[in-house]
């Protein structure tokens, strides 16, 4: 008697609908997106919500995802859409974007190049990033004025370890 394999039954990619992404991406905590000739043609709730555009305003004829990107980024982003372009694939990037309000907002961009309608589009994952960002420039500073004020102290510091190995001290 064979022995038979427990194998996980994983549905095809194919079998994954239109209404089934949308169902998924609506649900998203992140930003979805696709862009067909450099045009948005796809945006989730979530990219009207942090991003302050309607859909219809993404989807206009007259409206260029550029306009969204901080100008130190722009360089980044053209250079990913044009590899993509290209028929490669991008790593993830870090980047800055400007809300419908002005405020910049950063973000970890992950993007796959698809199929739609035989033409090449990008189908894009945003996760805003900016109070992480804000939370670890904070940690930072916190921890320079903490080596500051440990660097200018009058007094030795010592730290040692259990075993009496010496694991900070200060320049006193």
């Not at 998924?24 to 796809?42: D, L, T, W």
């Not at 305003?57 to 969204?68: K, N, R, V």
């Not at 130190?72 to 993830?92: A, I, Q, R, T, Y």
Request: charged residues 30%; aromatic residues 6%; contains cysteine.
């Amino acid at each position: 008697m064979k022995d038979k394999k427990k194998t996980k039954h994983t549905p095809d990619a194919s079998s994954l609908d239109e209404s089934m992404f949308r169902i998924m991406a609506e649900k998203s905590p992140n930003m979805i997106f696709v862009n067909k000739g450099g045009r948005v043609i796809y945006a989730n709730e979530k990219c009207e919500e942090i991003m302050g555009y309607s859909r219809e305003e993404f989807y206009s004829p007259g409206f260029s995802f550029l306009s969204i990107i901080a100008p130190e980024s722009l360089k980044l982003v053209k250079d990913n859409f044009l590899k993509h372009m290209k028929g490669d694939e991008v790593p993830p990037s870090t980047y800055s974007l400007i809300t419908k309000d002005g405020r910049k907002i950063d973000v970890i961009n992950s993007t796959s190049l698809i199929s739609l309608d035989n033409e090449k589009a990008i189908l894009g994952i945003l996760t805003d990033i900016t109070e992480q960002k804000k939370v670890e420039d904070e940690l930072r500073k916190s921890r320079e004025h903490y080596q500051l004020l440990l660097d200018i102290s009058p007094d030795a510091i010592v730290e040692t370890g259990t075993d009496g190995k010496i694991l900070f001290c200060n320049q006193r």
